[in-house]
């Protein structure tokens, strides 16, 4: 929730119980109701959903299941990434061959800036200061300086770039080539490619273990979710996800992965120890991305073809509810 709506709903209560002079409510009184709200309630986050025909980005308030903010990007807008202290946003336009930046705070764009064709997702480094567009159409991948807005190095790295992400100490940056089935390492501070791993063909989604220590990789074309070491490339571990898996999360603890079959229009909950699929559910036609609450407790899958968000309890994958978006919604992300 906003800090302007936060504010608002603790002076709606405070009125309640108070009945002020004509004069405006203490700020002592507004301070001993506001420490007794947030200590008996929680205040809900945001989940922000890219629309490729609706060419935006929407806001969706997790307390309300609303749209509060629609902001425009770029045609094709595809996939959603938050820097880790989530004060701004990345936005991949796959038609515009861009990547727009957002203060996700005030929700005021920053910056639209040119990368290659089909810019498809962004990796952020740790520390905010780098953002790298993956250009699935151009086979590379394009750096850019967050604080001035500019492209700073472009780089071939394999075929289909499609998405990467930086090791926790941004000292290297993994990217996924699809259509070469490998994974480039790369020093970020040099452009130089030190190793390449294999990966899997039509590879479509990399998330790390809660350690660092291990990645899961989708492979869709294979129907496995494979789990790898970034050092060595060495597949430790797979699970048969049949039905395309697409987007991918990891539950906070680490225990459990939450996977898109998206050619069998569902989710699949794969328990990590065991590495098998303990439950599947329907979701709608073709589920894309997928993010998840701080709290493990939700998760928020993109329905493509159905213009929808669809809300759902990561318990037990029951639909809670469905969110109106804006057209061929693919990309999904939390930010508290």
């Given at each position: 929730?906003?800090?302007?709506?936060?504010?608002?709903?603790?002076?709606?209560?405070?009125?309640?119980?108070?009945?002020?002079?004509?004069?405006?409510?203490?700020?002592?009184?507004?301070?001993?109701?506001?420490?007794?709200?947030?200590?008996?309630?929680?205040?809900?986050?945001?989940?922000?959903?890219?629309?490729?025909?609706?060419?935006?980005?929407?806001?969706?308030?997790?307390?309300?299941?609303?749209?509060?903010?629609?902001?425009?990007?770029?045609?094709?807008?595809?996939?959603?990434?938050?820097?880790?202290?989530?004060?701004?946003?990345?936005?991949?336009?796959?038609?515009?061959?861009?990547?727009?930046?957002?203060?996700?705070?005030?929700?005021?764009?920053?910056?639209?800036?040119?990368?290659?064709?089909?810019?498809?997702?962004?990796?952020?480094?740790?520390?905010?200061?780098?953002?790298?567009?993956?250009?699935?159409?151009?086979?590379?991948?394009?750096?850019?300086?967050?604080?001035?807005?500019?492209?700073?190095?472009?780089?071939?790295?394999?075929?289909?770039?499609?998405?990467?992400?930086?090791?926790?100490?941004?000292?290297?940056?993994?990217?996924?080539?699809?259509?070469?089935?490998?994974?480039?390492?790369?020093?970020?501070?040099?452009?130089?490619?030190?190793?390449?791993?294999?990966?899997?063909?039509?590879?479509?989604?990399?998330?790390?273990?809660?350690?660092?220590?291990?990645?899961?990789?989708?492979?869709?074309?294979?129907?496995?979710?494979?789990?790898?070491?970034?050092?060595?490339?060495?597949?430790?571990?797979?699970?048969?996800?049949?039905?395309?898996?697409?987007?991918?999360?990891?539950?906070?603890?680490?225990?459990?992965?939450?996977?898109?079959?998206?050619?069998?229009?569902?989710?699949?909950?794969?328990?990590?120890?065991?590495?098998?699929?303990?439950?599947?559910?329907?979701?709608?036609?073709?589920?894309?991305?997928?993010?998840?609450?701080?709290?493990?407790?939700?998760?928020?899958?993109?329905?493509?073809?159905?213009?929808?968000?669809?809300?759902?309890?990561?318990?037990?994958?029951?639909?809670?509810?469905?969110?109106?978006?804006?057209?061929?919604?693919?990309?999904?992300?939390?930010?508290e």
């Amino acid at each position: 929730m906003s800090v302007e709506k936060t504010l608002n709903t603790i002076k709606n209560k405070v009125n309640i119980f108070v009945k002020p002079k004509p004069s405006r409510l203490s700020a002592f009184a507004v301070a001993i109701f506001a420490g007794l709200l947030f200590a008996g309630e929680s205040f809900a986050g945001e989940v922000w959903v890219a629309n490729m025909k609706g060419a935006n980005v929407q806001v969706i308030d997790t307390g309300s299941n609303q749209v509060v903010k629609s902001i425009p990007t770029g045609a094709g807008a595809h996939n959603v990434t938050f820097s880790a202290d989530g004060k701004t946003a990345f936005i991949a336009n796959m038609g515009t061959k861009s990547i727009t930046i957002i203060d996700a705070v005030s929700k005021e764009k920053l910056a639209d800036v040119v990368a290659d064709t089909k810019a498809h997702d962004v990796a952020v480094s740790p520390d905010g200061k780098t953002a790298v567009s993956c250009n699935v159409g151009a086979g590379n991948i394009t750096f850019i300086d967050v604080a001035t807005g500019k492209a700073v190095h472009t780089m071939a790295t394999g075929a289909k770039a499609i998405t990467a992400v930086f090791s926790a100490d941004g000292q290297t940056l993994y990217v996924v080539n699809a259509g070469d089935a490998t994974i480039s390492v790369i020093n970020p501070k040099t452009y130089e490619i030190t190793q390449t791993l294999p990966g899997a063909k039509a590879a479509m989604a990399i998330r790390p273990t809660n350690d660092g220590a291990r990645f899961w990789l989708t492979a869709p074309d294979d129907n496995k979710l494979l789990l790898i070491d970034p050092k060595t490339g060495a597949v430790e571990g797979s699970v048969e996800v049949p039905g395309e898996p697409h987007g991918l999360v990891l539950s906070p603890d680490g225990k459990t992965l939450y996977v898109g079959q998206r050619g069998l229009n569902q989710i699949a909950r794969v328990d990590v120890a065991s590495m098998k699929i303990t439950q599947t559910a329907p979701l709608g036609k073709r589920p894309d991305m997928i993010a998840i609450s701080p709290d493990g407790q939700s998760l928020f899958v993109a329905i493509r073809d159905e213009n929808q968000l669809a809300i759902v309890s990561a318990a037990d994958l029951s639909v809670q509810h469905k969110v109106d978006t804006d057209g061929e919604t693919h990309g999904v992300a939390y930010r508290e």
